[in-house]
């Protein structure tokens, strides 16, 4: 006699587990419909995955603040959070709360100063910069026919452009990475003893060379975003301490290296998945910007990040006492179907593609999200114009996300391709 297909619950499933990371759509759609607000096990933190309830938790900092540090003690790392920061207080700069880890009024201080870097008319003016770099790495492995497409093209595009945009040396860009992987670690994975160590030993190694950075700029100001940051005060505001600064650049390099990185890997991984894209794209490239949002939807580079309640607050039927950790999921929000009808189809031509949550909402929009929609549209023009028949040559990992909570980090992507 055959027997019924086996239904997974929701008690199957774990955040922590890799091959749930890595693919955790089926996951999010159980949620949505049986527990929308879901406590992990595990860990005790709440999962938020509606989009109108992270819409909510977004726009009330009051309620949800974005000070992690009001409940350490229940973050990922729990207690061991105090041993990495004795570390880094002992041998170099604890960290802080700025910007993204402020609530109003102090965010709009930090929200102030990198609003003046970040704006509509400089990346305009970086157009042609992220043009030249784009092309410069298509050049290196156009003519071979193959490339492995992240570490050729996925990781030092963004890399070079935040590099040089916070005037550091593009050759160094795989030190930058290194460094921003480490500064990550604790909010994406569990570390133990060791492991823990060695991020801070990574972390301070960071933090020492921006130091001597950071007093070059102060004695020799230059045109770029470090000179920019120490020097940000005047009659409106006070100068920036070393532990701001800090603290400030951990959030540019992660912010700069990672999610771009991903969003481009993705967006190229989907040309592969469905190759019939990429001859639509060359053909019409005036679709790239429908095809670029609707890539962000539907593989979120950032999956969730964290809030603590300020207050005991009810969410989707849910109460979360006050002081505990919420984890807001945009890769969730972004396949709601009360929101994006068909969630888990590609659709470029869908309406609302655009509402996605995908560089967050409210204060916290994401400070750089017009650069990196102009890196994302550069990638995918240069790439479709320039090359056709993008295969993979090796089968991607299983699972082909390496581990993180908050992320969607490929590792390796391994393509074959003819030159157009």
């Known amino acids: 006699m055959a027997t019924a297909p086996q239904t997974k619950a929701i008690e199957d499933y774990s955040l922590l587990d890799n091959q749930v990371q890595s693919d955790p759509y ?80 102090e965010h709009l201080r930090y929200r102030k100063l990198l609003d003046r870097v970040f704006t509509a008319s400089r990346v305009k003016t970086l157009t042609p910069f992220v043009d030249d770099v784009s092309g410069e790495l298509i050049d290196a492995f156009i ?20 590099a040089e945009q916070l005037g550091l040396d593009r050759s160094e860009i795989r030190t930058f990475k290194k460094w921003g992987d480490a500064m990550l670690a604790m909010a994406t994975k569990i570390l133990d003893e060791e492991q823990l160590r060695a991020t801070a030993a990574i972390e301070l190694e960071a933090q020492h ?12 100001p230059q045109d770029d975003l470090i000179s920019a940051l120490v020097h940000a005060h005047g009659d409106d505001m006070e100068p920036l301490t070393m532990h701001e600064l ?77 002081a505990s950790f919420v984890i807001v999921r945009y890769g969730a929000a972004n396949r709601d179907a009360e929101k994006f009808e068909c969630p888990h189809k590609f659709d470029m031509e869908r309406s609302n593609g655009g509402a996605h949550l995908a560089f967050g909402s409210g204060g916290h929009f994401c400070v750089g999200a017009m650069l990196a929609r102009r890196e994302m549209t550069t990638a995918i023009s240069d790439i479709t ?36």
């Not at 060379?209 to 020799?220: G, K, S």
Request: proline share 7%.
């Open 26 to 105: 089926a996951f999010y759609e159980l949620l949505h419909r049986e527990q929308p607000v879901y406590q992990m096990p595990e860990t005790g933190m709440y999962m938020v995955t509606k989009y109108e309830s992270l819409r909510f938790v977004l726009t009330h900092p009051e309620i949800f603040s974005n000070d992690t540090n009001l409940a350490a003690d229940k973050s990922l790392q729990g207690d061991d959070h105090v041993k990495y920061q004795s570390i880094l207080e002992e041998k170099g700069w604890g960290h802080v709360q700025t910007l993204q880890r402020t609530d109003p009024p």
């Open 143 to 162: 003519d071979r026919g193959s490339c492995e497409f992240i570490s050729e093209y996925a990781m030092p595009f963004p890399g070079i452009i935040i």
């Open 209 to 220: 060379f921006l130091a001597d950075m950071f007093e070059q700029r102060r004695a020799h």
């Open 246 to 322: 800090q603290n400030l650049m951990h959030q540019l390099i992660t912010g700069g290296f990672e999610t771009t990185q991903s969003a481009v890997a993705h967006a190229v991984w989907l040309l592969v998945r469905q190759p019939e894209l990429q001859d639509m794209l060359f053909e019409d490239p005036t679709r790239i910007k429908r095809f670029v949002e609707e890539s962000l939807r539907w593989e979120s580079p950032v999956q969730g990040l964290f809030r603590v309640t300020r207050e005991d607050v009810e969410l989707d039927g849910t109460m979360i006492p006050k």
């Open 385 to 420: 114009r320039r090359m056709k028949n993008i295969t993979l040559t090796r089968p991607m990992a299983d699972p082909v996300h390496e581990p993180s909570l908050a992320f969607l980090p490929i590792a390796e992507m391994h393509l074959g391709f003819e030159k157009r």
